[in-house]
Every structure is written in C-alpha cells, then in structure tokens.
C-alpha cells in the first residue's frame, strides 16, 4: 500500500512534536524513520497506527484519506519498543488474538497463527508465556502478531533497542527477510543510523519534528542536503572547518589557516560570495598526498589508532581537529606533519547559516 | 557469616514469638469451646479441657436458628463480594486510564473519605436505608458495601502499572477498550482482585455491628450477631458461644490457606499493607 503523508503536523500542549511532513512511501518499500531521541518518529508512527490523530494535514493510504479511520480499520500491523505482548496469554493466543478479535472461526485462526509462527521461526515456542522468552523471541511473536491479520502497512517503532548488539545485528537481516518475503510496506523507526543504512530502502531523516531529507540511504550519506544530516549519519563523523569563498565562487579559503581548495566547479549563486561557509570533509574522503605539488591540507599529527582494518588519524589544522581514515601501510608519528589530500568530488560546502549544502 | 545466621535466628524468634501471640487466642476459644461449663471460669485457667465435651458444637449449632444463618451470611458475602470487584474494576479503570477534567480531584477526595471512621456513618446511613424502606431486607445487608475506595486505590495502582502500549496494540488489533479491560487488564490484576476479594469475604463474614442494627427478624441476620444468642439475661453460656465461633470462623480460615499465596503476591505487588 502506498503511504503519503501530506503538511502532517501533530501539537501536544507546549511542544510542536511533528512539523509539516510530506513524505510519500511506495508499496513494498522498507523505510527508516531516523533521527536524535524526541525528534517525532515514534509520534507519526503513533499517526500512521491511528493511535494519534494528526492536529493538521492529510494522512492516504493508496487513495484513501485515513485520518479519521480507527487503528483497527487501517490495516496496519505495529510492534513496539517493549513488544507488548499479553503477558497472561501464550505465544499461540498472542498471535492469534488479533485473529479472535476479527472474529475468524478458531480452526482457521490456529491455522494462520501456526503459519506466522514458522515464518518467523518460533514454531517451537507456541505453549510458552512471554515472560518465558527471550527479547528476541519476544520480538519474533511481536511481529508474528503484527503480520497475522495480513496488514498492509508494518510499523516497527524502535524494535531492536532492547537487544544486545549481536542479536540486533542478526534480527534487523531477519526483519528484512520477512519484510521481502511477505512485501509489505514497512516502516521502521530507529535512532541508530547504521541500523536504518543497511536495511532500508529510504532513510527519513527528522529533526525536531521536521523532516531534514528523504531519500536512498546510500544518497543521504553521499548528498546531505545539510549539516545536520552530514553530521548526523558516519561514524566517525565528518569534518567540519568554517571557510570563505573568494572572488571566482570557485576558491575556499579556510578561516584559519588560509589554506585553499578548489572545487570542481563554480558555485552558480553569485551571491553567495560574501556568506560564511562550512567545508565539510568524510573521514575516509581523505588521503595521504605524498606528491609534495599537489594541493592538500597541511595537518600535524597528534595520535594515530588501529580500528580493525584502517587506521584512524587524529590530527590539527591550525586550531582546529580532524579525524581520518588511512591506509595503515604509512607509517606516521606523533607530531608529524603530513599533507592530507581530499578525494576528487568529495568536499561537501555548507552555508553556516541556514546549514543548506550549496554544491548538491 | 556467623553474624548473618544470629539475625536470621533474631528474626525468626521474633516471628516465632509473634506467631504464638497472634494464636493463642484460637487456641483459647477452641480449649473453652470443649470445655464443661463449669471449667470455662476456674483459676487458674486450664488450657487443656479435663473432658472434652464434642456435644457442645451440636448443642451451640441447635440452639440457635444458624442454618438460616449461614444462608444469610453466604447470599451476603457472595453478592457484595462479586458487586465490590465490578465496581471497583470500573472505577479503577476510568481512574487509571480515562483522563477526564478533574480526575486526580476527584479521587483524592475519595481518598479523603477513607479518613471518616465508619462508625459515624452509621445513624446517616441507617437513615437513608429505613427513608428507602430497606431496613431488615437483604439490600441493607449488601448495597452500602457494593463499593471500596481501599479497593479501588489497590486496583488503580496495579493498573498503573500495565504499560500503555498494551493497550495501544489491542486497540490496532480490533479490540474494544471495554473488551481490553476484561480480557487483558482484569486477568493481569489477578493477584490483586484476588486479595480485594478476599478481604472483602472476611469483612464481610465477620460484620457484625451493621447486621445488627439493620435486621431484626430472626431470618434475615447473619452468623455473628446469630452469636449473641448466647448471652441471655440469665448469663452467657462460653463454651457454646465458642464452640459456634470456631464453626463460624472455619470457612474463612480455609479461604485463606487455599488462597494465602495470592494476597501475599497481590499486597506487595500493589506496594501496601493490607
Ligand atoms: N503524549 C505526549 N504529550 C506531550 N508531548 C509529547 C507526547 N508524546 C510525545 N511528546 C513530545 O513530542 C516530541 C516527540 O516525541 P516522540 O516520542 O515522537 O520522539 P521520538 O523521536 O520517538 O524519540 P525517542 O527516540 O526518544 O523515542 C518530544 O518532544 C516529546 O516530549
Ligand atoms: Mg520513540
């Protein structure tokens, strides 16, 4: 089912929770909801179940306007953070209460119940109590129940939190599995970004209630429209200097120790000249220049660490420090002074006030 | 080590001493209801009867009308038992989880009330119930104890603690809030419907003051004042009237040997002494 969210806004008493968001979700897709904690995800999650009424905007699912539609009249299937299973009631009468509240005759729900329980592989668990489960067959019983009624829409609101990392790593591949497996339209919410890169098929971005950019995973972490999501997705995170253009729109000039770069092309808006301006630079964007002719920026090295395969350089620009990541063939000591080349294509220009990418 | 096992033993000798205190009155009541008449008063006292004397509990059951009541007092228990628990789950589902102008106002003055003693509202309500004509009916005997504030602070508490997603994916899952309430808070609340009612069964087994003011024919009153038809002008005949008491007190004692393991769960779980 194809989900468009249009000028979504929902206000509490004192806080603006959901800004204004237009997103449109094509069927079958898988898409994260990401963003920093009280940011709105699990809020239009709560829209999109029903559970919340919008306080502005229009809510179709395919051509209809669902705003006023009852949670169990949508067609949706929702896990939450803590699974809420029913306690009193056993992983088989977990699944099948959905089923029993629709009112399917109790042979045929035993039946499909059975079914979701092989699909997600708990079919060995079906006499147990929730509290007899581990959180990850918790979460397996959870989005069995979600799935039963067959809804078009899957909502998962954070559904990985409670898990050790190993067990986050092996139940977010089997979230996709099952997704593809049934193709249904899926929407996750996490505030992990690595967990939102690998799964889905578009990463939402949120800040403060307001959506920050919506698109491919891969395009969000290679084309931020901004600052917040150029800092917000990579680990180590990117490098920011405040910078200046000068006369051609093509030259920047670093504020502190005036170094310069050439971008690959003129910035088309004239007036940008006389603005503030971040540069900002990926850790892995970097290389060593040993050419001593070729442009670069001249750093002093203060440590350098092993992080599995690479090594990660800590070092200054003048005042400023950055971090990248090299090959770990050079060898660098502390105090070092190297020249750190930057990949063709790879520098990101960002207005230091409204945060916009100017070269995107 | 060695200190941890002489505090264990200080708090078993305590416990232990607390026990005989709490129980020597039963043994009391049940050596005098085997007793002679003319043993019961002798210095000093004798624990042990020097002939036990069965015939009392069949003389003390026959000489007063106690099958009807017994009838009386089960019709009473069972109806204000199951009466409190709906109203209380009621109550404490709409001050738990409906959020209505004045909520928290309102029960704290509920609350408030838990203060009057009971025995002030005694004359107001007898009022109200002879104004309505229910004097010596089985209504005097049930509908003023239909309702708890203890009850429904209990409860409101335990459902506090149901987290709200609950009910959120029963709401996605079709499920009606009044369906919820039945089919998923009150099971979880089993623990602490359980210790509401059996409080109530005992209060209600052993009221005797209300009971007494509220009936005055011989077939509407109940077990305890049915006792005091051993005090007569001539005298009170103990060994009778203890040997009607242990008979009268047995069936709460076994309510609650079978059911011990909930009040205990469903008092501390609420996080209170009952
Ligand atoms: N029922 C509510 N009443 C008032 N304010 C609320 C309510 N629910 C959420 N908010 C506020 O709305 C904002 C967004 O909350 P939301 O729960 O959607 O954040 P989130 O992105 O899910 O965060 P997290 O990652 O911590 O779960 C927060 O500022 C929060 O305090
Ligand atoms: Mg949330």
Known sequence: MKIQLKDITMRFDHTTAVDHLNVTIEEGKLVSLLGPSGCGKSTTLYMLAGLYRPSEGELYFGERLVNKIEPENREIGMVFQNYALYPHLTVLKNIMFPLKMAKVPKKEAEARAKEMAALVQIDHLLDRKPSQLSGGQQQRVAIARALVKKPKLLLLDEPLSNLDARLRLEMREEIRRIQQEVGITTIFVTHDQEEAMSISDHVLLMKDGRMQQYSAPQDMYDYPKNKFVAQFLGNPPINIFPAKLSDDLQTIVLQDTRETLQLEAPISDPAAMNGDYELGIRPEDFYIETDSVKAGLKVETIRVERIGRDNLLNAKLGQINLRAIISPDVKINKGDMITLGIRPGRARLFDSSSGHNLLH | ?274
């Open chain 2, 1 to 274: 080590m060695q200190k941890e096992a002489l505090s264990k033993g200080f708090i078993y000798l305590l416990l232990i001493l607390g026990s005989i205190l709490m129980l020597l009155p039963f043994v009391w009541m049940i050596s005098t209801s085997l007793k002679l008449p003319n043993e019961v008063m002798i210095m000093p006292p004798k624990w042990i009867p020097s002939d036990i004397q069965w015939s009392n509990y069949i003389e003390a059951w026959f000489s007063a009308p106690f099958a009807i009541y017994s009838v009386n007092s089960v019709i009473v228990l069972i109806s204000s038992t199951i009466g409190e628990l709906i109203t209380t789950i009621l109550a404490a589902y709409a001050f738990s989880r409906i959020n209505f102008y004045g909520r928290e106002l309102i029960f704290s003055v509920l609350l408030g009330t838990m203060m009057v003693p009971g025995e002030v509202l005694l004359i107001p309500n007898f009022v109200t119930l002879s104004n309505l004509g229910w004097i010596d009916h089985y209504q005097a005997l049930i509908v003023p104890w239909l309702a708890s504030i203890f009850s429904i602070f209990l409860l409101r508490q335990f459902f506090f603690s149901i987290p709200k997603e609950l009910s959120f994916a029963a709401k996605i899952d079709g499920c009606s809030d009044f369906r919820f309430l039945w089919s998923v808070m009150v099971p979880l609340a089993k623990p602490a419907l359980i210790t509401i009612a059996i409080l109530k069964a005992i209060g209600s087994w052993n009221a005797f003051l209300w009971p007494l003011i509220v009936t005055s024919s011989e077939e509407m009153r109940t077990l305890p004042v049915g006792l005091i038809s051993f005090s007569t002008d001539a005298g009170t005949r103990y060994e009778l009237l203890m040997a009607a008491s242990s008979m009268i007190i047995l069936p709460m004692i076994i309510l609650f040997i079978v059911l011990q393991k909930y009040i205990i769960e469903g008092v501390a779980r609420a996080g209170i002494k009952g």
